[in-house]
C-alpha cells in the first residue's frame, strides 16, 4: 500500500507522475504546511494592518494569498488566509511558521488577538482534471468552488475542509483534517483512482506553475512588485506594514529586477540548484540576475525540457541580451510556462 510520507521523493516515477497531476489525478502529501489561528476581537483591523492583501474584505469562508513585510517594504513570509467567521486561518510553509509567528506578535502591543497553532492537523492535496470527481466519489463536493474558496465536509464522521487551491495550469484543491485520518483519507482516494506523487512531481508541477516559494525563490531581500505576484497587493485598502514602500513603487510604475521564467538548454545542471544556493545569471560575463529554481521536466507528450524560476534585471530583458547560466543559454519565458496549450516551445515573451 502507498503511504504518504513528507520524505517520499518519488512513488513510481516522476513524469509519470506529473502527468497524473496534469492529465488525470494525483493525490500529494502536504504535511509541510501548518494553520496559525488568528482570533481576538481586534483580529481584522490588526491582520489588515499586518499583510498587503484586503483581509478586511474576505467573505466567510473565502481566502487571499499575502504577503507579510518589514517597514523598508522587503518580505519577511507570504501565507493564506482563511476568513473562518470568529477567527482567520493562516496557511504558511512550517519552515517559517515560528518566525513568522514570532515577527507578527511583535506588533500585538494593545490589541486583543491571539494567534496560535492549530495542532493534530494536516493536508492532502489533489491535483488533476480528474480531481474534483474523486473527491465526488467520497462525498466530498467541489463543484463550482472559487479559487482560495474552503467548504467544511464531514468524512467517515471527521471533520474535514475542502478548499480550491491557486493553480494556473490544472485543478488543485487541498483537504486538512485531523492527523489521525490521513492514512485513510489517502487510501480512499488511491481508491477512487488517484496516482500516489511524490516530492519530484510537486516540485516540477510547481514549477511549470511559475509560483515562487517563500525561502528560495522570494527572500527577506526582496520586494513585492519584484516578485511579480501582484494577486498578493490590494493598493487601496488603507495603511499596512511597509504600504508606503510598495505604494512608492506602484507610483514609480518599474522595479529593477523582475521574476521571470527560464529555459535552459539540456547542458544545465539541474542539481546545482539547492534550497540555500541560487546559480547567477550572466549577460556579456556581468551578473544580471539569479536561476532560483530550476527542474528538468518530461511534458506529458513525451518532450523533456529544462524550466527554471529566478529574477533579471529588466534592462536586460529590454536590450533581448543573450543570458547564460553555468555556460547554458537561459532564454525568459512567460508565466505559466504555456506548453499545454500549443504543445509547441514555451513562449520567449519575459512575464
Not at 502507498?2 to 512513488?11: D, L, R, T
Request: glycine residues 8%; charged residues 20%.
Amino acid at each position: 500500500m502507498n503511504q504518504p510520507a513528507q520524505a517520499a521523493s518519488v512513488f513510481s516515477n516522476s513524469a509519470q507522475e506529473l502527468r497524473a497531476l496534469l492529465s488525470t489525478v494525483g493525490v500529494y502529501d502536504r504535511g509541510w504546511r501548518a494553520l496559525l489561528v488568528c482570533a481576538g476581537e481586534d483580529r481584522v483591523r490588526w491582520l489588515n494592518g499586518m499583510v498587503t492583501n484586503h483581509v478586511g474584505a474576505l467573505a466567510q469562508n473565502h481566502g487571499c494569498y499575502a504577503f507579510v513585510l518589514n517597514a523598508q517594504g522587503r518580505i519577511q513570509g507570504d501565507l493564506n488566509i482563511y476568513q473562518r467567521g470568529d477567527e482567520f486561518w493562516l496557511d504558511t510553509d512550517i519552515a517559517q511558521a515560528a518566525t513568522l509567528t514570532a515577527f507578527l506578535e511583535h506588533y500585538i502591543i494593545m490589541d486583543d488577538v491571539a494567534l496560535a497553532p492549530l495542532s493534530a492537523t494536516t493536508c492532502l492535496g489533489i491535483a488533476g482534471p480528474r480531481a474534483s470527481a474523486a473527491l465526488m466519489q467520497l462525498g466530498l463536493n467541489a463543484d463550482g468552488m472559487e479559487p482560495l474558496q474552503m467548504r467544511a465536509h464531514t468524512w467517515r464522521g471527521n471533520a474535514c475542509t475542502l478548499i480550491a487551491a491557486h493553480s494556473p495550469i490544472t485543478p488543485r484543491y487541498e483537504l486538512w483534517l485531523a492527523q489521525d485520518q490521513t492514512q485513510s483519507l489517502w487510501q480512499a482516494l488511491l481508491d477512487a483512482g488517484a496516482i500516489p506523487c511524490g516530492n519530484h512531481a510537486i516540485e516540477q508541477l510547481r514549477i511549470l506553475e511559475g509560483t515562487p516559494i517563500y525561502g528560495r525563490d522570494i527572500t527577506a531581500r526582496d520586494l513585492p512588485q519584484e516578485t511579480t505576484q501582484m494577486r498578493a497587493l490590494h493598493f487601496t485598502k488603507g495603511c499596512y506594514l511597509g504600504q508606503e514602500i510598495v505604494e512608492r513603487i506602484r507610483s514609480r510604475g518599474n522595479v529593477h529586477r523582475t521574476f521571470s521564467g527560464f529555459m535552459l538548454d539540456s547542458g544545465f545542471a539541474t542539481e546545482a540548484i539547492s534550497l540555500t544556493e541560487k546559480t547567477a545569471l550572466l549577460s556579456e560575463n556581468q551578473s544580471v540576475g539569479d536561476i532560483t529554481s530550476a527542474a528538468n521536466i518530461v511534458l506529458p507528450d513525451g518532450r523533456e525540457e529544462v524550466f527554471a524560476l529566478g529574477y533579471v534585471r529588466r534592462e536586460s530583458l529590454d536590450r533581448k541580451s543573450e543570458l547564460r547560466c553555468n555556460g547554458s543559454i537561459a532564454t525568459p519565458s512567460a508565466l505559466p510556462f504555456l506548453w499545454q496549450k500549443s504543445h509547441a516551445t514555451p513562449s520567449a515573451q519575459a512575464s
